[in-house]
């Protein structure tokens, strides 16, 4: 039996409609697992329900995480936000922490996973933090944006190797503040955190780069995906 994925759908405000990006799909299928698109509600006992068909959630991009996840007013920078999403995957990450199961935070999913835990996150790079790097890369995205050093003894160390590697980039919000549960496993060049996880979980773990655009030319980006499903599996 392949395990089954649970994705937070993404939702389009001027369509009020749910979509998926076929890569976060395409991905977890070539690394033998099941992917499904979980229906954005509220409702709690209609999220218990959807968590307990899951052997793992895996967090997407999309909207900016709303400033009231970490206790902050919102900037004249900040994106959209969308609360129906941000209550969402706070009442399925305290499910999923609370009984280890593997959770993965890509892009929007490592903001939402460190404010959640208490961390903070900066709004808006371009008028935040002070960089030549480039983190809102143009297409394709499947190429190298900038480089990420990998933090020694950490899982994504266990699952990459130690060093740095290449990731490709696009965001305009990030970690600024690490939540006192997330260590932190890789940092781009410029300082930026670029991966966490969180501590004491099986596997918990956000990247800020994106697998599911690169997938196809990366085998770092299988890697990854593939040790998720892996951990979902037992």
Same mark, same amino acid.
């Given at each position: 039996?392949?395990? *089954?994925?649970g994705?937070i759908?993404?939702?389009?405000?001027? %369509?009020e409609?749910?979509?998926m990006?076929?890569?976060y799909m395409? *991905?977890?299928?070539e690394c033998?697992?099941?992917?499904?698109?979980l229906?954005?509600?509220?409702d709690?006992?209609e999220?218990?329900e959807?968590?307990?068909l899951?052997? #793992?959630l895996l967090l997407?991009?999309g909207?900016?995480v709303?400033?009231y996840?970490?206790? +902050?007013?919102?900037s004249? +920078?900040?994106?959209?936000s969308? +609360?129906?999403r941000d209550?969402?995957? =706070?009442i399925?990450?305290d499910? !999923?922490l609370s009984?280890?199961k593997?959770?993965f #935070?890509?892009?929007? #999913?490592?903001q939402?996973?460190?404010a959640y835990l #208490?961390g903070?996150?900066?709004?808006?790079l371009?008028t935040e933090?002070e960089s030549?790097?480039?983190h809102?890369?143009e297409p394709?995205y499947?190429?190298a944006a900038?480089?990420?050093?990998? *933090?020694?003894?950490?899982i994504?160390?266990?699952?990459l190797g130690e060093g740095?590697?290449e990731?490709?980039s696009?965001h305009?919000? !990030?970690v %600024? =503040?690490?939540?006192?549960? !997330?260590e932190?496993m890789?940092v =781009?060049?410029?300082?930026?955190v670029e991966?966490i996880s969180?501590k004491?979980?099986?596997?918990? *773990?956000?990247?800020?780069?994106h697998?599911?655009? =690169?997938?196809q030319?990366n085998? @770092?980006s299988?890697k990854?995906?593939? !040790?998720?499903?892996d951990?979902?599996? @037992?």
């Open positions: 039996m392949r395990p *089954v994925i994705l759908p993404l939702y389009d405000d001027e %369509k409609s749910y979509w990006l076929p890569g395409k *991905v977890l299928e033998n697992a099941l992917p499904i698109m229906p954005l509600t509220t709690q006992a999220l218990k959807a968590y307990a899951c052997d #793992g997407t991009g909207h900016d709303g400033p996840v970490y206790g +902050k007013e919102t004249e +920078k900040c994106g959209i969308c +609360k129906d209550t969402m995957e =706070s399925l990450l499910m !999923a009984d280890d593997p959770v #935070g890509i892009c929007r #999913g490592i939402f996973m460190n #208490g903070d996150l900066y709004q808006d371009p933090y030549t790097v480039e809102h890369m394709p499947d190429v900038h480089k990420v050093r990998i *933090v020694e003894n950490t994504l160390s266990e699952i740095t590697i990731v490709n696009y305009h919000q !990030a %600024k =503040s690490p939540a006192k549960r !997330a932190v890789a =781009s060049e410029d300082g930026l991966a969180v004491g979980q099986k596997f918990a *773990v956000g990247v800020q780069w697998p599911e655009f =690169s997938y030319v085998e @770092n299988v990854l995906v593939q !040790a998720f499903v951990a979902c599996k @037992n």
